[in-house]
């Protein structure tokens, strides 16, 4: 076995390297336009290579190999938006950003948390890092903007059309809205605790997301992460948060803490009151 594997190594590497990006690039393209541009595309393509080796069609397997170079030119021209999207995403992975830019994004939420808590208008934004958030949201409206606290304001106002549900937002960009967070199932939450609370804890049970709430009711400043939630802070409180965890937190991680937001959080015997920080009042919406 193990002369096997000195001989054969390379042959592994290649394979675990071609599943990776099969994987992902399936990923990348479930439940986006070109899912069905991808999926007629390589049908074609398969039905005609069958066609062709079975019926031993030497003139249209000449044509297929003529065309195997340009593949890749016509992948580029069917596919550059998406592809766009794609790099666009990678830029803006926790790997790739700088410290000044991370903390300009969390001045975003810092003033959009701000301006809508003083006039009481809900607001539900899901910052995702190493997990996908859009993997256990129920639905969404593909915004793909850059994240500001004018964007945020506009669409949370209560007269917008994407208003309910929640935001997430990846590095400087709102990837989507109105998105339904899945609803944290404990029994030991507070009675007073209301939707957007509990989709915020339920979200931050499931991934690695920090989750900002505005209460729509009383105007308070919440956070969930790593299904906690801490209600009731002020706006140095939430700063100093978001730079531990998205600035300043140590690199790199144990496996544990890889693994951590994969799982269920462990019950806690600690209620949501008893996690604020300081007295302040309490968002029920």
Same mark, same amino acid.
């Given at each position: !076995?193990?002369?096997? &594997?000195?001989?054969?190594? #390379?042959m ?33 393509? &398969? ?13 249209l ?10 593949l ?23 790997l790739?950003?700088?410290? #000044? ?21 809900? !607001? ?65 939450l *507070? ?5 957007? =609370?509990?989709a915020?804890?339920?979200? *931050? ?7 900002v ?20 802070? @002020? ?6 948060f978001? @730079? ?6 140590? =690199? /790199? ?13 462990? /019950? ?7 996690? #604020?920080?300081?007295?302040? /009042? =309490?968002?029920?919406?």
């Open positions: !076995m193990l002369t096997w &594997l000195q001989y054969n190594w #390379r592994l590497v290649e394979i675990a390297l071609l599943s990776v990006g099969i994987y992902y690039a399936i990923t990348f393209v479930r439940g986006t336009r070109a899912a069905p541009v991808v999926t007629g595309f390589l049908t074609v393509l &398969l039905a005609l290579a069958v066609i062709t080796l079975g019926l031993d069609l030497r003139v397997k000449a044509l297929l190999l003529a065309l195997l170079p340009s890749a030119v016509i992948t580029f021209v069917l596919f550059q938006p998406e592809l766009r999207r794609m790099l666009a995403q990678l830029g803006n992975l926790p790739f950003a700088s410290t #000044r830019e991370k903390r300009e994004n969390i001045e975003v939420l810092i003033k959009a948390a701000e301006r809508l808590a003083d006039v009481r208008i809900g !607001m539900l934004v899901a910052v995702e890092q190493s997990v996908s958030v859009q993997e256990v949201v129920e639905s969404g409206i593909v915004v793909d903007c850059e994240a500001t606290p004018e964007m945020l304001e506009t669409i949370f106002f209560p007269n917008n059309a994407i208003h309910d549900g929640g935001v997430i937002m990846r590095g400087d960009r709102i990837t989507h809205a109105a998105c339904i967070f899945p609803l944290s199932q404990r029994e030991d *507070s009675k007073s605790l209301g939707t957007r =609370h509990r915020a804890i339920g979200l *931050s049970e499931e991934t690695d997301a920090v989750v709430v505005v209460s729509e009711e009383s105007g308070a400043v919440s956070y969930a992460y790593r299904g906690k939630l801490v209600r009731g802070i @002020t706006l140095e409180n939430l700063r100093a978001l @730079t531990s965890v998205l600035v300043m937190e140590p =690199h /790199p991680r144990s496996w544990r803490d890889t693994l951590r937001p994969l799982s269920p959080p462990r /019950p806690t015997t600690e209620s949501p009151e008893s996690l #604020r920080p300081n007295p302040g /009042p =309490h968002g029920v919406a």
